[in-house]
Nanobody, 123 residues
Framework: QVQLVESGGGLVQAGGSPRLSCVASGRTFSSYHMGWFRQAPGKEREFATAIAWSGSTYYADSVKGRFTISRDNAKNTVYLQMNSLKPEDTAVYYC?????????????????WGQGTQVTVSS
């Protein structure tokens, strides 16, 4: 069992650069692939980015070049550095853990989810 707790959200001005963190419980964090998803009001949850246990990364086109995912296995933490934020980035951001890297953009590949952290981008 893995428990995930996100932090770092809040109200940000357009163009801002907040960093989200997701801390995982358990001793097997390094063996999990980690992902960030987001859900805007009235929309379905969508994939943002993922990082494999090896460090390989994968990004949705909507965030490529603006968001960076990283992980620190010693701290059981995955980060999402968000740059050049736009109002359309407003969403609840969820951290998730997966045992599979077959389809990192598919939410159903992930075994554990955090409770989410709200990011609101003002124009």
């Amino acid at each position: 069992q893995v428990q995930l707790v996100e932090s770092g959200g809040g109200l940000v001005q357009a163009g801002g650069s907040p960093r989200l963190s997701c801390v995982a419980s358990g001793r097997t964090f390094s063996s999990y692939h980690m992902g960030w998803f987001r859900q805007a009001p009235g929309k379905e949850r969508e994939f943002a980015t993922a990082i494999a246990w090896s460090g390989s990364t994968y990004y949705a086109d909507s965030v490529k070049g603006r968001f960076t995912i990283s992980r620190d296995n010693a701290k059981n933490t995955v980060y999402l550095q968000m740059n050049s934020l736009k109002p359309e980035d407003t969403a609840v951001y969820y951290c998730a853990a997966s045992r599979s890297w077959v389809e990192p953009s598919f939410a159903n590949q992930y075994n554990f989810w955090g409770q989410g952290t709200q990011v609101t981008v003002s124009s």
